[in-house]
């Protein structure tokens, strides 16, 4: 049996990469960092939205935020399907989600919003085109930086919020009793390592840290010299970057 992995994806996301790591041989286990509650829009979000159509691009980032849009758009009997619009999906799983509705969305190599605005339907979108993002509330916020300095009209739409899991505390004392201290625990965004120190503390930094995001992998080597920057979270990524550890 190889090392201890922390496996700290949503609930709903993390089973392909738990399956993937146990088969090499890992101890897999699941405690979700984040959880996600729906915020309720403006009336001018919600005016936005029912205008969609007027939109050259819509960028979504994650999961959540494809089926919390799409459901909201649905209530105002507007098929997506049928909207001359380019789609541009944040992953994988993101796109799938869009394909159930009929899109074909574009999806980066670099499943990141770095690799969002590499894309060339970002970069060739000229000034005064129309672009709408659906996010999550206080995500990163690269993607509106890069679109502003084009001068397109952005229409930011904070689909949910990222909040602590209810029994985050009562699951980790669990996982400690039974297993005890991970080797390496994975951190997808600043909110999930805010939730692991708030949970760890001062042993924030005791295990490997597999980081999600250029910003957030400098911010934490400052912390720790046992710092992984991850390009996406890809099962097989992760199990590379996992080779690269002795435990």
């Known amino acids: 049996m190889l090392g201890h992995v922390l496996n700290t ?39 936005a939205l029912q205008q969609i159509a007027i939109q050259s691009v819509v960028v979504v980032i994650s999961p959540i935020a494809a089926q919390l849009g799409l459901a909201q758009v649905a209530q105002f009997g507007i098929n ?23 899109l074909s969305p574009t999806v980066p190599t670099l499943e990141t919003s770095e690799g969002v605005v590499a894309l060339p339907e970002i970069e060739q ?21 890069q679109l502003q300095q084009q001068q397109v009209y952005l229409s930011n739409l904070e689909l949910y919020r990222r909040v602590s899991p209810p029994r985050l505390v009562e699951d980790w004392s669990v996982i400690l009793q039974q297993v005890g201290w991970p080797d390496v625990v994975l951190i997808s965004s600043a909110e999930a390592w805010r939730h692991w120190q708030h949970l760890a503390g001062t042993d924030a930094t005791r295990p490997w840290l597999l980081v999600l995001g250029v910003r957030l992998f400098e911010q934490l080597r400052l912390l720790s010299s046992q710092v992984i920057k991850l390009t996406d979270l890809q099962p097989l990524t992760i199990g590379q970057a996992l080779q690269e550890i002795a435990i």
Not at 19 to 46: I, K, M, N
Not at 80 to 102: E, F, H, K
């Open 9 to 47: 994806r949503p609930a709903d996301r993390a089973a392909a990469l738990t399956t993937h790591l146990r088969q090499v041989g890992y101890q897999v286990s699941e405690l979700p960092l984040l959880a996600f509650e729906r915020c309720l829009l403006s009336c001018s979000d919600q005016q």
């Open 80 to 102: 997506v399907a049928d909207l001359p619009i380019r789609w541009i999906a944040v992953g994988q799983a993101t796109a799938q989600v869009l394909r159930q509705s009929g």
């Open 125 to 145: 979108l000229a000034a005064g085109q129309r672009v709408m993002v659906w996010r999550g509330k206080a995500g990163r916020e690269l993607i509106q930086l």
